[in-house]
């Protein structure tokens, strides 16, 4: 199996790109199953393995798709010709539930395999099943497959207020509600930039949403859509992740293309951590001189800190003088990094949803596990401050998110490689 090994000690300096977001790009391509004619164009699509099984599923379906270089994707989903996406190809990451809302909405039926992702909680799928039941669909929940049925052949419009601001409930009954008949008001929705994302991508196809990016937003049913082109938004969590880098080998990194816009709480927290971060032309720029402070962090929905950044700031607290504590409350188990993390010689420990890690002068390098994307972000940062070297294995996690992340680091002057046919080692 793959690994990664970093040996640690280089200061990072250059520049680096952020790609397009996964995060987005997941829900714009399960958009374009909407679309009964045209072609749509996506821009600045990452070359992530999300993004390949989300292709499969799409071909599975009978869409085309056809890369036409420079990032760009061509998709057309005229031919679909079934409404099952095979759980076998459903499982492998979570977004691919997406499916569900465009194929219920366009064809008024639809049956999808249970997904995949991330294990870094229960991930329960109860909100988006709710809002279809809520919009008239029948549900059928077998051991594999969800079955879902619009009797009246369509959708229909509905006010549905989430318990949760669930960003992947949130996209699915959007797109869900674009083709039904009626108004849609989804209450209590997420905020995040994905969401707004996907309503431009939307009303390009000719939907008609609205107030995306606040609580409430409001879709107006269409007839019909067409294929549309777009830009896909820099990914926050990538460029948030070459941030922190910058900030815990003390280095000078610009991160083209992040927008700070995205990232507030992120600039927020490593500002008071001691980085200085300035907002380029072309992007943002991380610096640190000084010593690192320790920090008090909560994650929580746009605008909060985000959770998919919470286990890299761990990476920089565990050489952070001092005290701090990082809590968790958007999933229940995301905090198994800190394990790795204290192979490596950190000092943490976990009080309820709360860690508490009181930084080391010096982490050890080590085998450690990227037990899932960002954990194996950490691990890689980690890496870069700590004495020796220290190896990362189940890399296809990290592979899942982040593009050529070996390359780009060494790009910035880590002592970073990845390697081949090592024998995976046994972590409990
Ligand atoms: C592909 C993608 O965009 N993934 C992101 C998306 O995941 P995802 O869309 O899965 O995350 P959600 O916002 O849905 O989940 C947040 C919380 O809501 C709970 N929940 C969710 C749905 C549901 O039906 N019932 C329920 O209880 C989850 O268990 C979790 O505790 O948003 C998360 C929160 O910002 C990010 O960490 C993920 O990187
Ligand atoms: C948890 C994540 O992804 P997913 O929802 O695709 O598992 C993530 O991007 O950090």
Do not use: W
Not at 246 to 263: M, N, R, W, Y
Not at 286 to 314: F, I, N, S
């Amino acid at each position: 199996m793959a690994l990664i090994v970093v040996q640690g000690g280089q200061r990072l300096e250059g520049t680096v790109r952020a790609y397009g977001a996964k995060n987005s790009v997941l829900p714009l391509l399960a958009a374009t199953l909407l679309p009964e004619s045209g072609t749509s164009l996506l821009r600045d699509v990452p070359p992530l393995s999300d993004v390949h099984h989300l292709r499969e599923i799409l071909h599975a379906l009978g869409c085309q798709t056809e890369e036409a270089g420079d990032g760009n994707l061509l998709l057309n989903a005229q031919h679909v010709d079934t409404t099952e996406a095979p759980a076998a190809l459903v499982s492998k990451l979570r977004a691919s539930f997406l499916v569900m809302g465009p194929l219920l909405s366009r064809f008024g039926t639809a049956r999808v395999g249970l997904p995949g992702g991330c294990s870094i909680g229960s991930r329960p799928i109860d909100l988006h099943l709710e809002g279809f039941e809520a919009m008239g669909a029948d549900i059928e929940l077998g051991e594999t497959y969800i079955d879902a049925r619009a009797p009246l052949g369509r959708l229909q419009g509905a006010e549905i207020t989430l318990r949760f601001p669930s960003v992947g409930a949130t996209q699915n009954l959007m797109m869900a509600a674009v083709l039904a008949e009626g108004v849609t008001v989804l209450d209590n929705a997420a905020k995040e930039p994905e969401i707004v994302d996907l309503a431009d991508f939307l009303n390009a196809m000719g939907a008609d949403v609205r107030g995306a990016g606040s609580e409430t937003i409001s879709i107006y049913g269409v007839d019909s859509l067409h294929g549309a082109e777009h830009s896909i938004i820099p990914d926050r969590i990538e460029s948030g992740t070459f941030l922190v880098a910058g900030a815990i080998t003390g280095g000078d990194v610009l991160v083209e293309g992040a927008q700070a816009i995205h990232l507030l709480p992120v600039i927020e927290k490593l500002r008071e951590a001691g980085a200085t971060i300035v907002e380029e032309k072309t992007g943002l720029r991380v610096t640190r001189t000084g010593r690192l402070r320790p920090l008090d962090v909560t994650t929580g929905v746009h605008p909060g800190y985000p959770t998919d950044m919470q286990a890299q700031l761990t990476a920089l607290l565990a050489v952070t003088p001092g005290t701090s504590y990082v809590t968790e409350t958007v999933f229940e188990n995301r905090f198994q990094h800190l394990d790795e993390l204290a192979r490596m010689g950190a000092n943490v420990r976990i009080d309820g949803q709360t860690a508490v890690i009181t930084g080391v002068a010096c982490l050890q390098g080590a085998d450690v596990a990227a037990t899932d994307l960002r954990a194996g972000a950490a691990m890689i940062l980690a890496g870069l401050v700590a004495e020796g070297e220290t190896r990362v294995h189940a890399i296809h996690h990290i592979e899942r998110g982040y593009v050529d992340i070996v390359e780009r680091f060494r790009q910035l002057g880590a002592n970073v490689h990845r390697t081949e046919g090592v024998r995976e080692l046994q972590f409990k």
